[in-house]
C-alpha cells in the first residue's frame, strides 16, 4: 500500500519542475478552540495537470517516514489530533493504568481495538479522511487523525504556526481542518522562491464560546466531559509554560464554569446524584484549579495537575454514568423525564443562621470588588470562583432544597458577572451588580423561605392537637375494654389485651417509620409527588374523622363494636378476640397518627423550628396522655366527650383545609399539576396552606362546601348522633 501511494504520487506529479522551496504560514482561531491541545491541520495537494515535478526527498519522506503514535494518557488521547500520510504506520499506546479501547467510529474504517496497560496495536489506514478516535470503555475520550494522500500535511504549532519544507512550484489546494471550526479550502499558487510565506489563514469560530450567562448548547455528558478534558488540557499546557499563570488559573476556572456548569451537569449531579457527589466533584474542581496554580508558579511538578486531571475525569465518568442509568442523558432531561433520584432536602437555618450566610456572602464579593478596584482583573475572577463555590453554596442548598428553579438564574449571574470583572469591570458599576446579586439571593431565599418549611407555633400546636385526639381515643376505648374484660373476669384477659397494644403501637412504630422512608427516599420530582399525595390523604382522614365526630356517631359506633367483640370473647373464651381487638383499637388510631404526622413533617420538617416544635409537641401530648389516663384509670372520672368531639371535630377540618392546600402545591412544584396564579391574593399565607393560585383555592373551597353540606345534615336530623337499633336488639 505505502509503495503504491508513493507510485501514484510520482505519477500525479510527474510533470512538476525540480525547483522546490519552504511554504510557511499561520492559521488564527479563537482560543475557545484551545490551539496548544487541539491544533488545526494543514495540508497542501497539487492541482492535476500543472506541468510541475515533485522533489524526491519529499516524496522519499512519505514513504520511509517513522510510524505516527497516538498514546492513551491520563483518560485523553494524546496527541488529541494527529496528523499522517497515506501509507504510514499509525500506532496506539496506553500509558495509563486503566485498560482503554481504541475505537476508530469514522464510516469506512475498520478499527476496534481493547487496549490493556502498556500494550501498543499498530494501524494502517487504506484510504484519507478525517479519522474520529474514541473509547468504548471511557465514552468521553476523543481523538482526531487526519490521513492526506499527500506528503503535506502537519499540525499546526501551539502558535498555530506551520512550514512545510521541499515544496515544488506549482498550483496547490491549500486545506485547515479543525475540529471545532468550519473547514478552509483556498488555491494557491507556490513560486519558486526558496521561502513562501502564506500569511495567515483564519479559522471560523465554532457556533458557541462559553461566555458568561450565554446558553450552553446540547450535548450528551460524555461530550461535555470531553470539552472539560479539552480545557483542562489546555490550562495544563500553559501552566507548563513561563509567564502564563494566569491564564492556566482561567482555563482551569473555565473547565468548571464554561462547561460543567453550564452545561448543567452541575445541576444534574446535585439534582439527582445528591449534594455529596456534587460537592466532592466541586472539590476535585478546586483542587485542579490550584493545581494549575501550583504548576505554573513551580511549586508543584506537571505530574501533580495531570494526576488530579485524570482523577476529576474519572469522577466525570463515573457521574455521567449513573445519570444516564437514570434517564438523564443531558441537559434537557435534568427538571423533566422519569429520573426519580435527588438530594435529600436540607434542614433550613433559622432566619438568625441565614442572615449570617447573606453576611458571608456579602464579605466575600466585598473582596472580590476590592481586587477589581486594584486592576487586578484575573484575580477577582477567580475570586468569583471562590465565592460561588463556599460562600454561596450553603444558600444554594437551602434554595435547591426549597425550589431549584430558583437556583439556575443566580447561577447564571454569578457566571456573568465573573466574565465581566475578568474583562475589567470595575467601581460603581461593579458595586451596582454586586449589590444587584446580593439582593437578588437575599428575595430568592425570603421567597421559598415564605413556603411552608415551618416554625415552632404552628408545627408544636399541630404536632400536640394530633397525639391529643388520636391519644384520648385509644385511652377511652382501652378503658372500656379493660372494664368489659374485668367483669367477665376471665383469667389471662388482660394479658391478652396486653398483648394486642403492645402488637398495635409495634405495628404503628413500623408503619409511621415505613411511610416515612417511602417518602424520604423519594426524591426531587418524585418526593414533592409523595408528599403531596400524602397530605391529601391527611387531609381526606381528618375531613371524614372530624365529620363523624361533629355528628357523634363513629366513636359510639366504634365502642359498640368493642363492647360486642369483648363480649364474644367472654363468651366463647377467645383471647386470641380479645387480643385482636385490642390490637384493632389501637393500631387503627395509630395507622391514623403515622399518616397524619408523615403530612405535618411534609409541611413544618424543612425548618430546624419546625422540626423542634414537632417534637416538643408530641412529648408535652405524650406526657399529658399519660396523666389522663391515670385520672380515668384511678378516679373514673369521665371526660366531656360530646364538647371534646365536637372541638376537635373543628380543628381537624381546619387542618384538613391546611393539608389539602399545601398538597396541591406539593404537586404544583413537581409539574404535575398546572399553576394559575392569583396576583390579587398576594403572597398568600403558606403556613396557613393558603397559597394564591386558582388550584390550591378551589380544592380548599370544595372541602368547605363539603363541610356545609355535612353540617346541614347533621343540623336536620339526616344523620342521627345515636345508632338505630339492629333488629337483633328490636327482637330482644
Not at 701 to 728: C, D, H, I, N, Y
Amino acid at each position: 500500500m505505502r509503495r503504491l501511494a508513493v507510485l501514484a504520487w510520482f505519477l500525479l506529479l510527474g510533470g512538476l519542475s525540480a525547483r522546490a522551496g519552504d511554504v510557511s504560514g499561520r492559521v488564527a482561531m479563537p482560543e475557545v478552540c484551545s490551539p496548544g491541545v487541539s491544533p488545526a491541520v494543514v495540508s497542501l495537494e497539487p492541482v492535476t495537470g500543472t506541468g510541475s515535478s515533485p522533489a524526491d526527498p519529499a516524496l522519499k519522506q512519505a514513504a520511509d517516514a517513522e510510524v505516527v503514535l497516538v498514546d492513551q494518557k491520563g483518560l485523553q488521547f494524546v496527541p488529541r489530533v494527529q496528523a499522517m500520510s497515506l501509507g504510514r504506520t499509525l500506532r496506539f499506546t496506553n500509558a495509563d493504568s486503566e485498560r482503554h479501547s481504541v475505537h476508530v467510529v469514522t464510516p469506512g474504517f475498520d478499527f476496534n481495538q481493547s487496549m490493556a496497560p502498556g500494550e501498543p496495536h499498530d494501524w494502517v489506514p487504506d484510504k484519507p479522511g478525517v479519522v474520529r478516535l474514541a473509547c468504548d470503555i471511557h465514552s468521553h475520550m476523543c481523538g482526531y487523525v487526519v490521513v492526506s494522500a499527500s506528503p503535506w500535511v502537519k499540525t499546526c504549532d501551539r502558535d498555530g504556526k506551520f512550514r512545510f519544507t521541499e515544496v515544488p512550484e506549482g498550483r496547490y489546494v491549500l486545506n485547515v481542518w479543525h475540529e471545532m471550526g468550519e473547514p478552509l479550502r483556498k488555491e494557491v499558487t507556490i513560486g519558486g522562491e526558496a521561502a513562501s510565506d502564506l500569511g495567515t489563514l483564519t479559522v471560523t469560530a465554532p457556533s458557541f464560546t462559553p461566555v458568561a450567562g450565554q446558553v450552553a448548547p446540547v450535548l450528551p455528558w460524555p461530550e461535555v466531559i470531553d470539552r472539560i478534558s479539552l480545557t483542562l488540557a489546555a490550562s495544563f499546557d500553559a501552566a507548563t509554560r513561563p509567564g502564563e499563570f494566569k491564564k492556566a488559573r482561567r482555563l482551569a476556572e473555565d473547565a468548571y464554569w464554561g462547561e460543567f456548569e453550564a452545561s448543567d451537569m452541575e445541576t444534574a449531579v446535585r439534582t439527582y446524584l445528591g449534594y455529596a457527589r456534587a460537592g466532592a466533584l466541586e472539590g476535585e474542581f478546586l483542587a485542579t484549579q490550584a493545581a494549575a496554580s501550583k504548576v505554573a508558579k513551580g511549586n508543584e511538578p506537571p505530574e501533580y495537575m495531570a494526576e488530579l486531571t485524570r482523577k476529576l475525569l474519572l469522577s466525570l465518568v463515573n457521574a455521567s454514568d449513573d445519570l444516564n442509568k437514570k434517564g438523564v442523558p443531558d441537559r434537557t432531561h435534568v427538571f423533566v423525564g422519569a429520573a426519580n433520584a435527588a438530594p435529600p432536602l436540607a434542614t433550613i437555618p433559622g432566619s438568625r443562621d441565614q442572615r449570617a450566610l447573606l453576611l458571608g456572602l456579602k464579605q466575600g464579593l466585598l473582596e472580590l470588588q476590592a481586587l477589581a478596584d486594584k486592576g487586578e482583573a484575573e484575580d477577582a475572577a477567580s475570586a468569583m470562583t471562590s465565592v460561588y463555590l463556599v460562600d454561596f453554596e450553603p444558600l444554594e442548598r437551602i434554595l435547591n432544597s426549597l425550589n431549584p428553579r430558583e437556583v439556575r438564574p443566580l447561577e447564571i449571574e454569578f457566571n456573568r458577572i465573573r466574565g465581566e470583572v475578568g474583562s475589567g469591570l470595575k467601581g460603581e458599576k461593579l458595586g451596582a451588580k454586586l449589590n444587584d446579586l446580593q439582593e437578588r439571593v437575599a428575595l430568592a431565599l425570603g421567597r421559598v423561605t415564605e413556603q411552608p418549611a415551618g416554625t415552632f407555633g404552628p408545627a408544636f400546636a399541630g404536632s400536640l392537637f394530633i397525639i391529643l385526639r388520636e391519644g384520648v381515643e385509644v385511652i377511652l376505648l382501652l378503658a372500656m375494654l379493660v372494664a368489659l374484660a374485668t367483669k367477665t373476669a376471665q383469667p389471662g384477659a388482660m394479658r391478652a389485651i396486653g398483648w394486642g397494644v403492645g402488637l398495635a403501637v409495634v405495628a404503628s412504630i413500623i408503619t409511621a417509620v415505613g411511610l416515612n422512608l417511602i417518602v424520604s427516599s423519594a426524591q426531587n420530582k418524585t418526593r414533592e409527588v409523595a408528599e403531596g399525595v400524602v397530605m391529601l390523604a391527611a387531609s381526606g382522614v381528618l375531613f371524614y374523622v372530624s365529620y363523624w365526630l361533629i355528628s357523634q356517631s363513629e366513636s359510639k359506633r366504634w365502642m359498640d363494636f368493642l363492647k360486642r367483640q369483648a363480649a364474644r370473647g367472654s363468651e366463647i373464651g377467645g383471647l386470641g378476640t380479645l387480643a385482636l381487638t385490642a390490637f384493632l383499637a389501637v393500631y387503627r388510631e395509630g395507622a391514623e397518627t403515622a399518616l397524619m404526622y408523615q403530612a405535618l413533617i411534609g409541611g413544618h420538617g424543612r425548618s430546624r423550628e419546625g422540626v423542634i416544635g414537632l417534637a416538643v409537641g408530641l412529648g408535652v401530648g405524650l406526657v399529658l396522655l399519660a396523666v389522663i389516663a391515670y385520672i380515668i384509670r384511678a378516679s373514673s372520672v369521665r371526660l366531656p366527650l360530646r364538647s371534646f368531639f365536637k372541638f376537635s371535630g373543628v380543628v381537624l377540618f381546619a387542618m384538613a383545609v391546611v393539608f389539602a392546600g399545601n398538597g396541591i402545591f406539593e404537586l404544583q412544584n413537581a409539574g404535575i399539576l398546572k399553576t394559575t396564579e392569583l396576583e390579587w391574593f398576594g403572597p398568600g399565607l403558606p403556613a396557613l396552606g393558603l397559597h394564591p393560585n386558582v388550584q390550591a383555592l378551589s380544592v380548599q373551597g370544595l372541602l368547605l362546601l363539603g363541610a356545609a353540606f355535612a353540617l346541614v345534615l347533621v343540623l336536620t336530623g339526616e344523620v342521627s348522633s345515636t345508632p338505630k337499633p339492629t333488629r337483633q336488639a328490636a327482637s330482644r
